[in-house]
């Protein structure tokens, strides 16, 4: 995992814990001891620059919270954020504006994302003047640079545009140009096509595996999407209650995979071929409750292959090939 | 709003002059009120608005007599309790006023206590709201424990005390009204602060470096504008209502003549059953005015319901 010295980002043991919210009585009383939703419940990965990295995994299972705990919209409960080799987990103020002038995100919602009430121009315009790069004049260069590069065209005839005028492939594309107007040299995608039409989800992605090949960017795809991580991302984690249980090479991770649970979500993709015959396994039971996470290995009440011990001891994540790692007690 | 043009920033650049593809930000302003023209009430809650305007920029050109003049008949008497007639077109008071003349100047009392109070209560309301509501924490515990505070405090009482300490003038009844009624607005647009902060565009703002105050006046603000405008008309009616709650009680300006003086006045004078001509038009007026700003409100309460909105959101 830190075996290249271009690791542009890293997190090691990252934490969000949320407390939970006591009666005033028993708070005086300090009759319950404060309970947490262990959303992200140690987490570490590092992601190279030009990388594409996917965190897939279940609705609730922490993904969405890794991505915001990242670039410190969330503050984390615990562990290190690294960026260029510098931790950044405390930064505030000037030292904060400096990661942010370097890191960006784009969320799953095009039709959230962008300030209704702002045109094409002030909303791309917006990280350049916040972080005050470049003067004036070289604003409306590389905002019209930036919008040609999201393959909005031709760039000029959307300046003054505002959202709403906009579809929402477009409005994705906006995204994408404002997130990549400072040229970032790390990026999150929050499940950046989920909400758009499978025409234009291609689209969207060869942009995403474009720019991460020619600015050098990293980027964090989190999707619940198996076909587009195999589709763009270069190494794959699964996530599980708040915990990464499976990360490799993304055809391994998707061929091969050595976690009971990463093989049920894989298992779950709809075949297209309907002659191909193949087993239905249906997943039962629900993502386990945060407060009170299961003893042991978290997956453990829904896993086809329990045993004994993993109700009782909690599997780290062991190098079980080269380069693929998984937290299973079966390896 | 329109703090930069970038048309006129840019233009020198050398690219191709930008032209405005959809209306600009200036227009937006003129979109909500074309929003109220397309309201019948709106519309004409908007011309009465315009009408009481005018006669309290022009109302000293307007009135025949002064207000405070004493009138006389022809064979040299007081003009008292005089009828309307041609000469006295709402008749005079006991005193011998032209009830036409102070009816008139009223307004003006009526249209800078309106919309200076509604300015002040909405502004302090509105920031309230704004930094209450994206903060969170201990600030929001704060200022709303403040709203809680004005919320207990009883109006009559507290103006009461507060004219009988700083003394009876219009400022102080425009102090009186911005200092309690300020909450209703900082709630109503904390909720909806609170909603919006958690939009996607505004953790997007802060991932780009944006400020508090950034966030909070570029983002937030415009977008709960529409509520602004229509808190802005609503406090308008309830400072002139006020105002006349006030004066009828006796605690008006003396020196600036309103409706609410002038029913004390006839109140005082026992002319309530015996001169109506003296009672009607401040009472109409209060009562047209409160009416017209109610409903522009509404005009603008319309503009900002998701169901009816064109664009936005």
């Given at each position: 995992?830190?075996d290249s010295?271009?690791?542009?980002?890293?997190?090691?043991?990252?934490?969000?814990w949320?407390?939970?919210?006591?009666?005033?009585?028993?708070?005086?009383?300090k009759?319950?001891?404060?309970?947490?939703?262990?959303?992200?419940?140690?987490?570490?990965?590092?992601?190279?620059?030009?990388e594409?990295?996917?965190?897939?995994?279940?609705?609730?299972?922490?993904?969405?919270?890794?991505g915001?705990?990242?670039l410190?919209?969330?503050?984390?409960?615990?562990?290190t954020?690294?960026?260029?080799?510098e931790?950044?987990?405390?930064?505030?103020?000037d030292?904060?504006?400096?990661?942010?002038?370097?890191?960006?995100?784009?969320?799953?919602?095009?039709?959230?994302?962008?300030?209704?009430?702002?045109?094409?121009?002030?909303?791309?315009v917006?990280?350049?003047?916040?972080?005050?790069?470049?003067?004036?004049?070289?604003?409306?260069?590389?905002?019209?640079?930036?919008?040609?590069?999201?393959?909005?065209?031709?760039?000029?005839?959307?300046?003054?545009?505002?959202?709403?005028?906009?579809?929402?492939?477009?409005?994705?594309r906006?995204?994408?140009a404002?997130?990549?107007?400072?040229?970032?040299?790390?990026?999150?995608?929050?499940?950046p096509?989920?909400?758009?039409?499978?025409?234009?989800?291609?689209?969207?992605?060869?942009?995403?595996?474009?720019?991460?090949?020619?600015?050098?960017?990293?980027?964090?795809?989190v999707?619940?999407?198996?076909?587009?991580?195999?589709?763009?991302?270069?190494?794959?984690m699964?996530?599980?209650?708040?915990?990464?249980?499976?990360?490799?090479?993304?055809?391994?991770?998707?061929?091969?995979?050595?976690?009971?649970?990463?093989?049920?979500?894989?298992?779950?993709?709809?075949?297209?071929?309907?002659?191909?015959?193949?087993e239905?396994?249906?997943?039962?039971?629900e993502?386990?409750?945060?407060?009170?996470?299961?003893?042991?290995?978290?997956?453990?009440?829904?896993?086809?292959?329990?045993?004994?011990?993993?109700?009782?001891?909690?599997?780290?994540?062991?190098?079980?090939?080269?380069?693929?790692?998984?937290?299973?007690?079966?390896? | 709003?329109?703090?930069?043009?970038?048309?006129?920033?840019?233009?020198?650049?050398?690219?191709?002059?930008?032209?405005?593809?959809?209306?600009?930000?200036?227009?937006?302003?003129?979109?909500?009120?074309?929003?109220?023209?397309r309201?019948?009430?709106?519309?004409?809650?908007?011309?009465?608005?315009?009408?009481?305007?005018?006669?309290?920029?022009?109302?000293d050109?307007?009135?025949?007599?002064?207000?405070?003049?004493?009138?006389?008949?022809?064979?040299?008497?007081?003009?008292?309790g005089?009828?309307?007639?041609?000469?006295?077109?709402?008749?005079?008071t006991?005193?011998?006023?032209?009830?036409?003349?102070q009816?008139?100047?009223?307004?003006?009392?009526?249209?800078?206590?309106?919309?200076?109070?509604?300015?002040?209560?909405?502004?302090i309301?509105?920031?309230?709201?704004?930094?209450?509501?994206?903060?969170g924490?201990?600030?929001?515990?704060?200022?709303?424990?403040?709203?809680?505070?004005?919320?207990?405090?009883?109006?009559?009482?507290?103006?009461i005390?507060l004219?009988?300490l700083?003394?009876?003038?219009?400022?102080?009844?425009?102090?009186?009204?911005?200092?309690?009624?300020?909450?209703?607005?900082?709630?109503?647009?904390?909720?909806?602060?609170l909603?919006?902060?958690?939009?996607?565009?505004?953790?997007?703002a802060?991932?780009?470096?944006?400020?508090?105050?950034y966030?909070?006046?570029?983002?937030?603000?415009?977008?709960?504008?529409?509520?602004?405008?229509?808190?802005?008309?609503?406090?308008?009616?309830?400072?002139?209502?006020?105002?006349?709650?006030?004066?009828?009680?006796g605690?008006?300006?003396?020196?600036?003549?309103?409706?609410?003086?002038?029913?004390?006045?006839?109140?005082?004078?026992?002319?309530?059953?015996?001169?109506?001509?003296?009672?009607?038009?401040?009472?109409?007026?209060?009562?047209?005015?409160?009416?017209a700003?109610?409903?522009?409100?509404?005009?603008?309460?319309?503009?900002?319901?998701?169901?009816?909105?064109?664009y936005?959101?």
């Amino acid at each position: 995992m830190n075996d290249s010295n271009s690791i542009v980002f890293a997190v090691k043991d990252l934490q969000k814990w949320y407390p939970l919210q006591q009666g005033f009585i028993d708070a005086l009383l300090k009759r319950e001891k404060q309970q947490f939703v262990r959303a992200v419940d140690g987490v570490s990965f590092s992601i190279r620059a030009g990388e594409i990295i996917g965190i897939v995994g279940e609705s609730g299972s922490g993904k969405t919270t890794v991505g915001m705990t990242a670039l410190r919209l969330y503050e984390p409960t615990g562990g290190t954020i690294t960026f260029m080799g510098e931790d950044i987990t405390t930064h505030s103020g000037d030292r904060l504006q400096n990661f942010r002038r370097q890191a960006q995100i784009i969320f799953q919602n095009p039709y959230e994302s962008l300030n209704p009430r702002s045109t094409v121009f002030e909303s791309v315009v917006e990280p350049l003047r916040l972080n005050k790069i470049g003067t004036k004049d070289e604003h409306l260069e590389r905002v019209l640079q930036a919008l040609e590069r999201a393959e909005i065209s031709p760039p000029e005839n959307f300046l003054d545009r505002y959202p709403h005028e906009l579809s929402g492939g477009q409005r994705q594309r906006l995204a994408i140009a404002r997130a990549i107007v400072i040229e970032p040299k790390f990026l999150v995608a929050d499940e950046p096509v989920s909400m758009l039409d499978v025409s234009i989800r291609a689209g969207i992605l060869n942009l995403l595996k474009q720019l991460s090949q020619t600015l050098e960017t990293a980027i964090l795809y989190v999707s619940h999407d198996l076909s587009t991580v195999r589709y763009i991302c270069d190494r794959t984690m699964t996530m599980y209650a708040g915990k990464l249980i499976e990360l490799g090479d993304t055809n391994t991770v998707i061929d091969e995979p050595f976690h009971p649970y990463t093989q049920l979500l894989i298992k779950a993709i709809p075949e297209v071929d309907p002659d191909v015959k193949r087993e239905r396994v249906l997943l039962e039971g629900e993502v386990p409750n945060l407060v009170n996470p299961p003893t042991g290995c978290r997956f453990h009440p829904r896993c086809p292959f329990v045993m004994d011990r993993c109700r009782v001891e909690e599997p780290s994540l062991q190098e079980v090939k080269p380069k693929h790692w998984a937290a299973c007690h079966l390896y | 709003m329109n703090t930069t043009n970038p048309e006129g920033n840019y233009g020198e650049a050398g690219r191709p002059a930008r032209k405005g593809v959809h209306a600009s930000r200036r227009s937006w302003l003129v979109m909500q009120f074309r929003e109220i023209l397309r309201d019948g009430p709106g519309t004409i809650g908007l011309i009465i608005l315009l009408v009481f305007f005018f006669i309290a920029a022009f109302g000293d050109s307007l009135t025949p007599y002064g207000p405070n003049d004493l009138q006389y008949l022809e064979d040299g008497s007081l003009a008292r309790g005089e009828p309307p007639s041609a000469r006295y077109w709402f008749g005079t008071t006991t005193a011998g006023r032209d009830v036409f003349s102070q009816t008139l100047s009223g307004a003006r009392v009526a249209v800078v206590v309106g919309f200076l109070s509604a300015i002040v209560t909405v502004f302090i309301g509105s920031n309230v709201a704004l930094w209450a509501g994206y903060s969170g924490g201990k600030l929001d515990e704060f200022l709303m424990g403040l709203v809680d505070i004005t919320y207990g405090i009883p109006f009559l009482p507290f103006a009461i005390v507060l004219v009988s300490l700083l003394g009876t003038s219009i400022w102080n009844v425009i102090l009186i009204i911005s200092l309690l009624f300020w909450r209703s607005t900082a709630r109503v647009i904390r909720a909806q602060v609170l909603s919006l902060k958690q939009r996607p565009f505004i953790w997007s703002a802060r991932a780009a470096g944006a400020k508090p105050a950034y966030i909070i006046y570029r983002h937030i603000l415009p977008n709960v504008l529409p509520l602004i405008l229509l808190y802005t008309a609503l406090a308008v009616s309830t400072g002139v209502l006020t105002e006349a709650g006030l004066s009828f009680l006796g605690f008006g300006d003396p020196r600036f003549p309103s409706w609410g003086t002038m029913l004390n006045d006839a109140f005082r004078a026992g002319a309530a059953r015996r001169a109506w001509w003296w009672i009607v038009p401040p009472g109409a007026c209060i009562a047209l005015f409160v009416t017209a700003s109610y409903m522009v409100g509404r005009a603008f309460e319309a503009s900002t319901d998701p169901r009816l909105r064109e664009y936005g959101g």
